[in-house]
């Protein structure tokens, strides 16, 4: 079984046999990833065992996530238990330990639990980021161990070794310890047998000349040190790093290339090291200075030297310059400074990810425009981000589609976002691409609701307008600056004759040649430079067509830098007029009486009005008008006076003519109207007297009913049956009902009175309006009705007390009986000027336009019989009427709203906020 080749999945190694054990140097976790994720995807497609044990600086989500990015039915091998991926301390660690036998127990027992289920072999891998110094002989034979024992297991295994904290003598190590290594050199990974390594290293143990010449020939500085800190050896590498010659450096202290704050730095370092025999480190790094003042940055190992019997005779070390990367990573830092502040100054919401889509980067805006708790940002948990961000969205699917189909292209992405609270946003996605690949992408997010919504109210109002413009009785034309057409109404093509596509664009001398010659054309001109509106009813348009003319009113004002014009054809209301001003020409045939008269005599008077005056010649204006001329002449207003000829009544209309001295007087017989308003005020009054002694007539009898009836409930109750008991409390119910039909009649009749007058005072009606909800309450609730108050506290006005609680009370159980069980009833004050208006809304049946007309009338009530309604029906239809001239008689108004049948309805009235 040992020599059954498997595919490695990695490209530069190809096939390889059972017992593989090598390793491979990367610097970043894309190193990493591009290794290991092909390694495994081989090894799941050739039925091996997969175990991925991570560290720094890839952790085990990261591995699962790019994994699934690279294998789509990755989830089928999860399901089979087929790959585990698992952190380093779950494996090499025990207590805090590193235990070589433990270890090498759990491998096996793996190893045989894969056999077990199924699998051909065991595919494994390890990152040595988490070794410390101290442990690395330890590490470092277990490794040797593994190459022993592997050879006999179909097990592959892979090592991973950061190139950040391995020294030249690590690199050495592992290479020995494995059958091959694995080394990225620009962009490309390639291939280096250990068993070279292995001969070489066993030659320098055999010669010191080799040794040397090692040393010598080394890309990286060596140099030895006595305990004093005098140089004792350099290579040429050394002397080139730091520009000294060996004749130079040899026998001088080290403190030659070091200025005094670095050499005491590094004195602290050689004696922290002499004392406690742990060497220091490759990451140590030191300012030096060459021998012509130039400032090189080092970065290096050291540890100590030991002669034959263990005795410790000096340090040496391992350095190489680093300055070039110093500088760089200075450069990057405030490259990525710079980003950072880019970022921060946005104002977009920014997302940068990687190639496996793991966040690298955001501003603050983009976690305050997605509300992201700061201790999500900071874990970094791309899982927990997503599912963050998806719950918020209205479409998480169509998200989810978008950002996977970009992910696989090279090209920018648009889209909209909406959020289920209602906000928008606009995505743009543009990908990364380094030396031709995607190496991530920048997505950036803008918050548009608002220009959403404005954008929104735009269109509905430019619908709006056109569809005001097309319904509209008047013209309505938009020019530009030049008068060219921008937009016209129907009505303006049905004067002009024309269709829409004709006129757009044309000017408006296309369509009135004759403009000019008015002087409209200068004055429109002069609207769109001043912004001063011009109005004319002398307008006349010829049609092009020749079949008629139209005489127009013209309104003309600024649209912003154009020109709105709203015409009316007046062509019919002139001829009217006309025949108006025609007739007025001869008042001698007017049936009436026409007179015109100046301050002191009558100047013109036809016959109607000689007859009715008995005026014979001009002379003095009669005395039975003359003070109604001197006021009209006073106020220069339009007034109105009706005088009594004997049996017959006549209204006179005296009308100032303006830029003259006279007035004009117009009379009109009224005799006919007089004496029906006479006979309506009779029969009101007849009427209103016969609710009167109607309604006392009824109390008698009623009194004796409802007295009797109580009577034999009183005495006789535990005589009679439940039967007689439940037909005599009918009759008591009756007879209330009766009762409250009585009082209506009766307050409806003293109401009618124009003589009514509220005894009022200072009341609060604010706790008014609470009592009255507090007395209906127990029939709410028996309706299963929910009442909200909206109302000011300590809300004062001057009212009579008793009469307004009539309409409180009347509106609200109005309200409760004409809604259906669990229905809302909303009671609401507001202050407006010099008024409290009080409201009482439900969502009940609601009223029709004709319903609407019969409401406040006397005996108006609307008839609910027969409709399946649950409602409580009883009443006179007088509620409402009596309610009416109580605020009226208060110096208010009532009135309701309603859009309709079972859509509800609001009754408002209103009260003066002046106390008297």
């Known amino acids: 079984m040992k020599s059954s080749e498997r595919k490695s999945g990695i490209e530069v190694l190809g096939t390889i046999p059972w017992g593989t054990h090598f390793c491979m140097f990367y610097q970043t976790q894309g190193d990493l990833l591009e290794i290991l994720v092909s390694y495994f995807k081989a090894g799941l497609e050739n039925n091996e065992y997969c175990m991925w044990i991570t560290s720094e600086p890839l952790n085990e989500k990261d591995a699962e996530k790019a994994m699934r990015m690279a294998i789509p039915k990755f989830d089928t091998y999860v399901q089979k238990n087929q790959i585990e991926i698992i952190p380093y301390t779950e494996l090499y660690q025990e207590n805090n330990e590193f235990d070589l036998q433990s270890v090498l127990n759990r491998w096996v027992d793996k190893y045989n639990g894969a056999l077990d289920n199924g699998f051909n072999g065991l595919r494994l891998t390890g990152n040595t980021f988490w070794q410390e110094d101290k442990d690395w002989k330890v590490f470092n034979d277990f490794e040797e161990e593994i190459s022993n024992i592997i050879t006999s297991y179909n097990i592959i295994a892979v090592c991973a070794y950061s190139l950040e904290i391995c020294g030249s003598f690590k690199i050495l190590d592992a290479v020995r310890n494995h059958q091959c290594a694995l080394f990225r050199r620009e962009g490309t990974w390639e291939i280096f047998k250990g068993s070279d390594q292995t001969k070489f290293k066993h030659k320098l143990k055999k010669s010191e000349k080799k040794y040397r010449e090692l040393l010598e020939n080394m890309m990286e500085g060596y140099y030895a040190l006595d305990l004093k800190g005098n140089f004792t050896f350099v290579n040429d590498y050394w002397c080139k790093t730091v520009g000294y010659s060996k004749e130079e450096l040899l026998g001088k202290n080290f403190r030659l290339i070091f200025d005094e704050k670095t050499s005491k730095e590094l004195f602290k370092m050689f004696n922290q090291l002499y004392k406690s025999g742990i060497p220091l480190p490759h990451t140590n790094r030191a300012k030096g200075l060459t021998n012509r003042g130039k400032q090189v940055f080092l970065e290096g190992f050291i540890d100590l030297i030991h002669d034959s019997e263990g005795n410790k005779i000096g340090f040496y070390g391992f350095a190489r310059e680093v300055t070039e990367k110093i500088i760089s990573e200075q450069k990057l830092r405030e490259s990525e400074e710079i980003l950072r502040s880019t970022l921060e100054s946005t104002a977009d919401g920014i997302l940068v990810v990687d190639e496996y889509g793991q966040v690298t980067h955001t501003n603050s805006k983009f976690a305050d425009m997605w509300r992201i708790p700061q201790d999500l940002i900071e874990k970094r948990d791309d899982q927990k981000l997503l599912d963050y961000v998806l719950s918020q969205l209205t479409d998480p699917e169509a998200f989810l589609s978008k950002v996977n189909q970009l992910y696989r292209s090279a090209s920018e992405g ?12 606009d995505r743009l996605s543009s990908p990364l691409i380094h030396a031709g690949e995607i190496k991530g992408r920048v997505w950036s997010f803008r918050d548009v609701t608002k220009q959403k919504i404005s954008e929104q109210k735009l269109k509905e109002s430019e619908q709006r307008l056109a569809s005001f413009m097309n319904s509209a009785t008047d013209g309505f034309v938009l020019y530009d600056a030049q008068l060219n057409y921008i937009d016209v109404n129907k009505v303006t093509l049905q004067t002009i004759g024309m269709t829409k596509e004709e006129i757009i664009g044309k000017n408006i001398l296309d369509i009135v040649p004759n403009l000019k010659e008015t002087g409209r054309y200068d004055k429109y001109i002069e609207v769109i430079k001043t912004g001063k509106p011009f109005s004319t009813e002398d307008g006349i348009f010829n049609r092009i067509d020749g079949q008629s003319s139209s005489q127009l009113s013209i309104r003309a004002f600024k649209v912003g830098d154009n020109l709105g014009i709203i015409f009316t054809d007046i062509t019919e209301r002139k001829k009217k007029e006309k025949e108006i001003f025609d007739l007025a020409q001869f008042p001698s045939e007017n049936p009436y009486p026409v007179l015109r008269v100046n301050r002191d005599e009558v100047i013109y008077i036809n016959y109607a009005g000689q007859k009715l005056f008995n005026i014979i010649d001009y002379n003095q204006i009669p005395n039975i008008i003359k003070e109604n001329v001197k006021h009209s002449f006073e106020s220069n207003q339009i007034t109105e006076s009706e005088v009594r000829f ?54 008698t009898p009623l009194i004796s009913i409802k007295g009797y009836s109580e009577l034999i409930l009183s005495l006789h109750e535990d005589q009679l049956d439940s039967s007689i008991i439940s037909k005599l409390r009918e009759i008591n119910a009756g007879c209330d009902r009766l009762q409250n039909i009585i009082n209506n009649l009766l307050k409806s009749s003293r109401l009618e009175s124009p003589e009514l007058r509220p005894s009022k005072q200072r009341e609060d009606l604010s706790f008014l309006i609470n009592f009255c909800v507090l007395e209906l309450e127990p029939m709410a609730e028996k309706r299963k009705h929910s009442i909200k108050l909206d109302i000011h ?108 049948k079972n859509m509800g309805s609001t009754f408002y009235f209103s009260l003066p906020k002046k106390i008297e």
């Not at 648009?414 to 946003?425: E, Q």
């Not at 049996?647 to 006279?662: A, D, K, L, V």
């Open 793 to 900: 506290d300590q809300l004062y006005a001057n009212i009579e007390k008793e009469e307004i609680h009539d309409v409180l009370s009347n509106l609200l159980s109005n309200a409760i009986k004409y809604t259906p069980p669990r229905g809302k009833i909303e009671i609401k004050t507001e202050l407006k000027e010099e008024l409290v208006v009080v409201s009482v809304k439900d969502n009940g049946i609601g009223f029709n336009e004709d319903q609407k007309k019969k409401l406040f009338q006397q005996f108006g009530k609307i008839e609910r019989y027969g409709q399946g309604l649950d409602l409580e029906i009883d009443g006179t239809g007088l509620g409402l009427f009596i309610s009416k001239r109580i605020v009226e008689s208060h110096g208010g108004k009532i009135w309701m709203e309603s859009e309709g």
């Open 414 to 425: 648009f889209d909209t976002l909406l959020f289920k609270d209602g906000r928008i946003f």
């Open 646 to 699: 004997g049996e017959n009544f006549y209204s006179f209309t005296f009308t100032p003519i303006r830029g003259t001295n006279y007035v004009n007087i117009y009379g009109m017989d009224i005799t006919e109207r007089k004496h029906v308003e006479e006979n309506l005020r009779e029969v009101s009054k007849l009427k209103s007297e016969f609710l009167r002694r109607s309604s006392h007539e009824l109390k």
